[in-house]
C-alpha cells in the first residue's frame, strides 16, 4: 500500500534530538525515511528503533541531501522536519484534517516559532516565519531549505494553489522534481 504521507529527515550526529522528533510524527506519517551522513552516534540505531526507513549518503550540501531523501519518499505528501522540530499536538491534528479533505494547494507553509535557551524568540523580526514543509510529492512548490530551530508550529497556510517557479536561498534553481 503507498503511504499517503511520507515524513523525511537529513541527519548527522542527531542522536540527543531524533527521539522526540520522531514520536512528534506519530499519528500523521506512514512513513519516515531518514537519510544519513556518516553519523558516529546511535543516530541509526534511533530511526530504525521507531520504525524508519534508513538510509546513508555523504553529505553534499543541504540542497542535494534534501533532494535525495525526496526520492526515497513514497507517499503521495511530503513533509520535510529537521530533527531539532516537533509536530504539536494541533499540527498534527490540522495536517490529518486538512488531508482527510481535499487539498485545494500543491503546498502548505507551517508557522516555525523560533526558540532560544528555552525562550521563544519574539523581537527582532527573527521569532517565527513561514517554511514550505508540505508538499505533493510529484509537484512540491517550493525547495525545502535546511533550518535549525525548535519549532512549536500549529498554524497550516495554503503555499501555492498553482506551481510557481522559486529559488533556493542560495539563489540556485530549485531541485525538486518538476
Not at 499517503?4 to 534530538?17: D, G, M, P, Q, Y
Not at 541509526?44 to 535525495?68: H, M, N, T, Y
Not at 512549536?152 to 534553481?173: I, N, Q
Amino acid at each position: 500500500m503507498t503511504p499517503r504521507v511520507s515524513a523525511f529527515l537529513i541527519v548527522k550526529n542527531e542522536a540527543k534530538r531524533l527521539p522526540a522528533c520522531l514520536a512528534s510524527l506519530e499519528g500523521v506519517a506512514d512513513e519516515i525515511v531518514v537519510l544519513d551522513s556518516d553519523s558516529t552516534d546511535d543516530t541509526l540505531e534511533i530511526a530504525r528503533a521507531a520504525g524508519a526507513r534508513v538510509a546513508s549518503r555523504p553529505f553534499d550540501g543541504f540542497g542535494a541531501q534534501k533532494q535525495a531523501a525526496l526520492e526515497l519518499c513514497r507517499g503521495e505528501w511530503v513533509l520535510s522536519i529537521d530533527a531539532d522540530e516537533r509536530l504539536t499536538p494541533a499540527l498534527a491534528s490540522e495536517i490529518r484534517a486538512l488531508l482527510d479533505g481535499k487539498p485545494a494547494a500543491v503546498g502548505y507553509e507551517v508557522r516555525r516559532e523560533l526558540h532560544y535557551l528555552g525562550h521563544r524568540l519574539r523581537f527582532g523580526g527573527t521569532g517565527s516565519d513561514w517554511v514550505l514543509r508540505l508538499a505533493r510529492r510529484e509537484r512540491p512548490a517550493s525547495p525545502a531549505r535546511p533550518y535549525t530551530s525548535g519549532s512549536r508550529s500549529t498554524v497550516l497556510r495554503r503555499a501555492f494553489a498553482r506551481r510557481c517557479p522559486t529559488t533556493s536561498t542560495s539563489g540556485s534553481p530549485s531541485t525538486w522534481p518538476r
